[in-house]
């Protein structure tokens, strides 16, 4: 009788070793790993104040409202920073990451940049930035747009570089991310959510 117990609980104790051993082996989704990533100077940090990190967005950013860009508030910048580069993207669209806004050559004269709220959507902005064409075919902010049903993130990622970047006409997110290789000290992300009303 003890012989079988003895057995029985072996048996148990394997069964129980293997099921951790998958779930283990299994990927684990955190929403802080896989925001906040960095290069460089840790300590650099973003956020706006307008909505919370990984809370939702209000309406007035998006396209049913006035379609606004938010404040966004760099700190901790590293000292050999020339200048921040900004995009902000939603990779949970059906057609894939749609870009919604790319900015760059921000002039850094402290350890904070204050990108300030509501930037007209022209090339030349705040003496001497540029943005970039979204995916909406337009220079500048284009805010959340998802169709219904499930909330999508909205990626701001920014930037801090050695350099000012040498691009003129209407540039891309891919012809920043390829302009920006090499000069990279610091990067942050964070998201917001949104959700069609």
Known sequence: MIKKFVIILIF???GLGS???CRSSQPSYSSNDSLNTQKGDISMKAYSPDFKTEGFIPINYTCQSEDI???IIIEN?????????LICDDPDAPVGTWVHWVIINIKVDSSKVIIPRNIPKTQEVLNGAKQGINDFKRIGYG???PPPGS???YFFKIYALDTFLNLDGEFTKADVERAMQGHIIAQYKFYGLYQRK
Do not use: D, V, W
Not at 78 to 83: D, Q, V
């Open 69 to 71: 860009s938010p404040e």
């Open 151 to 153: 909330p999508h993130r």
């Open 19 to 21: 099921f951790y051993q």
């Open 12 to 14: 148990i104790i394997l």
């Open 143 to 145: 805010g959340p747009c």
């Open 77 to 85: 910048i590293p000292e050999n920073t020339k200048s921040i580069a």
